[in-house]
């Protein structure tokens, strides 16, 4: 068998407040990493990760990340990734502010502490082709999503944030089963590409405690568009004031959505935990098919 364009490769393992992410500098080269490569590089405890952030040539950002899964699926966002990749980009003397592209849109981040990042998420989504729902629903935050034997604790909200979200907002987080209603929630009918699944429980106007199921990763430590989504929600139920701290699990995140471009910029954390390389005999699964 030929040896695979990844043998050997370089990569860093970071995390965002525990979401383990995994960047990959692939600008230069006319490698795409397949779904095959990527569940195979996150079987790995070497180089295990809940997302895998594969940096592209772009002509008009510092990179073109390509997000992966740790299912081997793709999303066009990943918040926590994208502070990482700043890092990645701004480090030994790189510059403070990065732009970086993913398919749904360009984003700017910008360096605001010691590994801490504020990243421009963008504009939310409302509309029913863009989050995407299956069809078109009269109101995204009044989502009934009953699943058999489980009662919703009331309606729901469903956006986008370049990736799909579904918000549950709930008396007690800790009274939810992410393990049993997440995956059920994620697959649930009137999300075509499946969904992030969020419980969250609002404490005060600026504070909110967040759980989330990931579409493609299950239960991580944290998730950034996951926050911002829960944010913007809990602020158009007048809930929550402009700008609030949320908790997750793996720490904390300010989101904070800007009255004067409705854009939503996220600030936290980012951490290198090790560099390291691929196996120099690494092989993914063969597609179906090919023997
Ligand atoms: N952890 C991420 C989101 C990653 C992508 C998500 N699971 C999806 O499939 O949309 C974050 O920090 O935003």
Redesign the pocket.
């Known amino acids: 068998m030929a040896a695979s364009p990844l043998a050997g490769f370089p990569f860093l393992k970071m995390n965002?407040l525990g979401?383990e992410i995994l960047v990959m500098d692939l600008r230069g080269r006319d490698h795409i990493i397949t779904p095959a490569e990527a569940r195979a590089i996150a079987a790995d405890p070497r180089s295990r990760f809940?997302?895998l952030m594969a940096l592209h040539d772009s002509p008009s950002a510092a990179a073109f990340m390509r997000?992966y899964?740790n299912d081997g699926?793709a999303?066009a966002?990943?918040?926590?990734?994208t502070r990482c990749v700043a890092w990645a980009i701004g480090r030994d003397g790189g510059p403070d502010r990065v732009r970086l592209e993913t398919s749904a849109g360009a984003l700017e981040a910008q360096r605001v502490g010691e590994a801490r990042y504020t990243v421009d998420m963008g504009p939310p989504r409302f509309d029913w082709r863009d989050i995407p729902l299956a069809h078109a629903v009269a109101d995204p935050d009044a989502i009934a999503v009953d699943l058999p034997g489980w009662t919703a604790p009331g309606p729901a909200s469903a956006l986008g944030m370049g990736?799909?979200h579904l918000v549950c907002f709930v008396p007690d987080q800790q009274s939810y089963d992410l393990a049993s209603q997440g995956p059920a929630l994620e697959r649930h009918p009137l999300f075509p590409q499946r969904t992030?699944v969020s419980f969250a429980q609002v404490l005060d106007r600026d504070h909110i405690l967040l759980r989330v199921w990931?579409?493609?990763?299950g239960p991580?430590l944290?998730?950034?568009?996951?926050a911002c989504a829960t944010a913007v929600a809990a602020m158009r139920r007048g809930l929550a004031d402009r700008e609030a701290a949320i908790d997750l699990p793996g720490g904390q995140l300010t989101i904070a959505w800007r009255e004067t471009d409705g854009h939503v910029l996220m600030t936290g954390p980012t951490e290198l935990e090790w560099e390291g390389r691929l196996p120099d005999d690494f092989a993914a699964e063969p597609a179906p098919g090919v023997a």
């Open positions: 965002g979401n809940d997302q997000i899964n699926s999303s966002a990943c918040g926590n990734g990736n799909p992030n990931e579409r493609g990763a991580t944290a998730c950034g568009t996951a």
